[in-house]
């Protein structure tokens, strides 16, 4: 029982998240004066990049993972929280790479989850298609300099902002499901 308690307080802090992330969006698209840009303030008081924000979202799954049984699964996420929130506010190389490899580390565990402990259901059955999306966004885009990889740098935040989303959201479905 009180799984479903953590699953309903998960969820209802990744719908906060979101909620919050719109209302800097609207903010940011209504209150421009004269180049004055309203997200730029928000963000930059706290000298944190949006993309760094937005990585906080991975803060819910090592919560929910916390008194799991898969001990490498909540670590894996662990360090992709660190990971993810030194590389998007430094961009060092190095630490590009080390995202990349807990990024791999979280696909897998996630997948040997998903395959293992999930049943057939509606929430599972999405899993794969936010996947693909993730996948579309991230690559498709990268090849064609869209999405992820736009030019305009805002544009190029908010995609990022909602694979961190659709990731984290993923992953709690999933960790739903681990004892």
Known sequence: MIYIYVICLLTHINILLLAFLFIIILIDKLLVYKGFNYINIMVYLCNLRPTTLSSFFFATNVL??????????FYSFA???TASVLNHQTNYKV???????????????GG??????????VLTCLIPLKFSTVCWLYYYGYFQNKYCFDKDEKKRNYYHMFLHLLCSVSHNIIAYYVP
Request: charge should be positive; proline fraction near 3%; glycine fraction near 0%.
């Open 95 to 109: 630490l590009y790479y080390i995202d990349r490899a807990c990024i791999i580390n979280v696909v897998y565990f």
């Open 112 to 121: 040997k989850n998903l395959l293992k402990y999930a049943p057939i259901n």
């Open 79 to 81: 360090c992709l929280l």
């Open 64 to 73: 929910h993972l916390y008194n799991k049984n898969d001990n490498l699964y």
